[in-house]
């Protein structure tokens, strides 16, 4: 019987840790991407060792770098390997003033936050059995614009309206997710940032692997683009109808003097 993989993009961080185990737990066969291959390492082996019968492949990967997403592509092709779902949790948090930015840091964040996701959602449909399922992590960020969190905003954004589009496209053949968490705390900069905001931060906030299980049954039951959480859904609704220069005010007071760049 064939193997179907679950591609997961950032596997090696929080939040794509967070898939790892959650899918390992439901005894899903993994391959698993990352930019460190010593990670990658250590997590295939404690996988291993926690579930031994588990498939579990793994490919070093930087996203952003379109060479990089060809050897991966080039491994599918020379492993022959077949995928039933995406989990596209990679992506770059960077927070700042755009004249804070280099170019350098402008394409990488971009790239790794919609290029990338597009490209491997290509690459999967390409290789896949079935009804695949396709899971992209976007953000309540993208919601609306966020001054000093502009880039970020954007490209979640932009990932939610391809992944809607793409849903259309491929109605009755895949399930495709865009799943708009709120603050996720798995690292110590995003911490502090929801310790910040005070309850309304501690309360919109979700631990990763409630994030997790809770993307992973939205596109099993193949739903479009679910807000996670009840404060951010309570926030989304509630601020609906305000006008958008009042949010946008409000937000840029808020973010402007935060700084957030661990890439």
């Known amino acids: 019987m064939e193997i179907l993989y679950t591609l997961v993009t950032g596997a090696t961080g929080g939040l794509g840790g967070a898939f ?14 990352g930019r460190n291959a010593e990670k990658l390492e250590a997590l295939r082996e404690q996988l291993l060792h926690s579930h031994p019968a588990l498939p579990v492949r793994t490919a070093v ?3 952003a770098d379109d060479r990089s997403r060809r050897a991966l592509f080039a491994a599918f092709a020379r492993e ?13 948090d960077i927070q700042k003033p755009l004249e804070e930015y280099t170019e350098e840091k402008i394409a990488f964040q971009a790239r790794a936050n919609f290029e990338g996701a597009v490209s491997l959602a290509r690459a999967v449909l390409e290789r896949s059995e079935g009804v695949p399922e396709l899971l992209f ?3 309540v960020s993208g919601l609306y614009p966020m001054p000093y969190f502009a ?3 954007a490209a ?3 990932l ?8 259309a496209e491929l109605h009755g053949r895949a399930k495709v997710t865009c799943v708009q968490p709120g603050a996720i705390p798995t690292r110590e900069d995003i911490k502090e940032n929801i310790r910040t905001q005070g309850l309304w931060g501690k309360l919109a906030a979700l631990p990763p692997d409630v994030v997790a299980r809770k993307s992973l049954n939205a596109v099993r039951k193949n739903r479009r683009s ?10 989304h609704a509630s601020t609906a109808l305000l006008p958008l220069s009042w949010k946008m005010r409000f937000i840029a007071k808020k973010w402007s003097k935060t700084r957030k760049d661990a890439f």
């Open 61 to 63: 990967c930087d996203l």
């Open 226 to 235: 679910p807000v996670l959480g009840f404060w951010n859904k309570l926030m």
């Open 160 to 167: 939610w309206q391809f992944a809607a589009a793409l849903r």
């Open 80 to 92: 022959n390997v077949r995928f039933c779902r995406l989990v596209y949790a990679a992506g770059a």
């Open 156 to 158: 979640k954004k932009a």
């Open 20 to 33: 790892v185990k959650e899918l390992a737990r439901r005894s899903q066969p993994l391959y698993l991407t």
């Open 137 to 139: 992590v976007g953000s």
């Open 151 to 153: 880039l970020y905003s």
